[in-house]
């Protein structure tokens, strides 16, 4: 399932492949200073930003397999699936923009509200 | 964004130009019969079941731009940004299956939480 060899998609599955074992900060490393990444919450500018939306996911993430891979020299496409902790069986998608290495911009899709529901009840907003 | 020409990335995006263009009919003609379905409230498994699924969404569909589509003659991804009745800017991602030029498999994922939202309070349950 993972198709078409180029520059974008061999940095999408390296990124991949360090948070889905555990080692966020190799994964940090293919992320670009000023990414833009479009999540479901919203938008987040700054690798900064990015670490403290996805280094608490990868902190809850127990395993993952890749579902499908694609992309090409400057873009790639990849789906997967995870078990957290609190919830099991949440796939997401990510479209991802490569320049010099580095991930620049990152569209990704999951379903928040297994997450929202398995939230404590005295922590719901 | 659209990457590698083969027959289930036509079909993939046959399906998808017909339903986000309100022709659903036309969009069911792509799904096979014994489809299977993972879709985030669970697996839906037959057209008929995947009509009752993606039908009312096609209908609530105000607009939709692909943003990345890639395959190959027996698989392909496609994530696409919709705006719908109740919510806007509600992207989607799907990784399809094509056997004899229907859709036999799909994996969608989409972000449930902003169409719960969206439900009158007295029809939560």
């Not at 809850?60 to 995870?82: E, K, P, Q």
């Amino acid at each position: 399932m993972t198709e078409n060899r180029g520059a974008a998609l061999e940095t999408a599955l390296a990124y991949h492949r360090a948070w889905t074992s555990h080692d966020f900060e190799r994964a940090m490393t293919y992320i670009a200073e000023d990414i833009v990444c479009q999540a479901p919450s919203g938008r987040l500018e700054s690798a900064e930003a990015f670490r403290g939306f996805m280094g608490p996911f990868a902190q809850i993430l127990i395993r993952s397999n890749l579902i499908a891979a694609f992309g090409n020299d400057t873009t790639a496409v990849l789906m997967y699936d995870t078990d957290t902790v609190p919830v099991s069986d949440a796939p997401g998608a990510e479209y991802l923009t490569v320049k010099e290495g580095k991930i620049s911009h990152m569209r990704i899709i999951f379903d928040r509200l297994p997450f929202e529901a398995a939230r404590p009840a005295a922590a719901k907003g």
